[in-house]
C-alpha cells in the first residue's frame, strides 16, 4: 500500500534558527497536505497543494509539491518558540481524493 | 471556520467493556468522515471511512467487528471499541469534510483519548 516518509524524524533548533523537513511518497499523490499537532493536541490543517511544482508561503513557512508530485518539503524561516510540535504531512490518493495517507511526521523542538 | 467535536475527550475503561466515540460536525454537514488512530509518538493511521447511510469501508488490517461505526445522520458518527483490550488503548480522532469550496480538506475533532486496564 502506498507510504509516506518523512525525515527528519526529529529535529532540535534554536529559535531563529531554519528548519525543513522532507516528505516522500512511494505512489504520485492527487494532492499534499501539511499539518501540525502540538503535544496532546490534534493536528491542524496548515495548507493543500495540488499543482506539479506549486509553492506556497504563509509568513515564515514555505511548502513545495514535486514536480513528479511524490515529494513534498515544509521551510520555517527563523523558528520561534511557537513552532514547536509535529509536522505531518498527508497525502491525497489519486483514487479517492478524499482519503490522506499520513506520513510518519517531524518533530520540531525549539530552544531560546 | 468549521468545527468537528468529539465526546468523550478521554476515557478508561475495564478490559472487556464496550466503548462508544462521538464525532459531531457542529456547523456543516459531513457526508464523510473519517476515524483515526494514533499511539505514543507515532503517526495517525486511518482506521475506516464513515459514510452517512452506508456501511464504513475500513483499512486494512481493522477489524470490522471489534470497531463498529455507525454514520446515522449528516453530524454524527460514533466509533464503538467492542470488547476494548489493553492494546486498544490509544488516541482516536476523527475528521470530517466540509465541501464548501475553498474550505480545508479535513477538519479534525480534538481527539478521545481512551486507555483499557
Known amino acids: 500500500g502506498q507510504q509516506v516518509m518523512q525525515i527528519p524524524q526529529y529535529q532540535h533548533v534554536q529559535e531563529g534558527e531554519d528548519f525543513t523537513t522532507y516528505c516522500n511518497s512511494s505512489t504520485t499523490l492527487s494532492n499534499i497536505q501539511w499539518y501540525k499537532q502540538r503535544p496532546g493536541g490534534h493536528p491542524v490543517f496548515l495548507i493543500q497543494?495540488?499543482?506539479?511544482?506549486e509553492v506556497k508561503k504563509q509568513k515564515r513557512l514555505t511548502f513545495q509539491f514535486g514536480e513528479a508530485k511524490k515529494n513534498s518539503s515544509l521551510h520555517i524561516t527563523a523558528t520561534q518558540t511557537t513552532d514547536v510540535g509535529t509536522y505531518f504531512c498527508a497525502g491525497g490518493d489519486t483514487g479517492t481524493a478524499s482519503k490522506l495517507t499520513f506520513g510518519t511526521g517531524t518533530r520540531l523542538q525549539v530552544t531560546l | 471556520g468549521a468545527v468537528v467535536s468529539q465526546h468523550p475527550s478521554w476515557v478508561i475503561c475495564k478490559s472487556g467493556t464496550s466503548v462508544k466515540i462521538e464525532c459531531r460536525s457542529l456547523?456543516?454537514?459531513?457526508?464523510?468522515m473519517f476515524w483515526y488512530r494514533q499511539f505514543p509518538k507515532q503517526s495517525l493511521m486511518l482506521m475506516a471511512t464513515s459514510n452517512e447511510g452506508s456501511k464504513a469501508t475500513y483499512e486494512q488490517g481493522v477489524e470490522k467487528d471489534k470497531f463498529l461505526i455507525n454514520h446515522a445522520s449528516l453530524t454524527l458518527s460514533t466509533l464503538t471499541v467492542t470488547s476494548a483490550h489493553p492494546e486498544d488503548s490509544s488516541f482516536y480522532i476523527c475528521?470530517?469534510?466540509?465541501?464548501?469550496?475553498?474550505?480545508?480538506?479535513?477538519?479534525f475533532g480534538p481527539g478521545t483519548r481512551l486507555t483499557v486496564l
Open positions: 497543494l495540488v499543482k506539479s511544482g
Open positions: 475528521s470530517a469534510r466540509d465541501f464548501v469550496q475553498g474550505a480545508p480538506p479535513q477538519f
Open positions: 456547523d456543516f454537514q459531513a457526508t464523510t
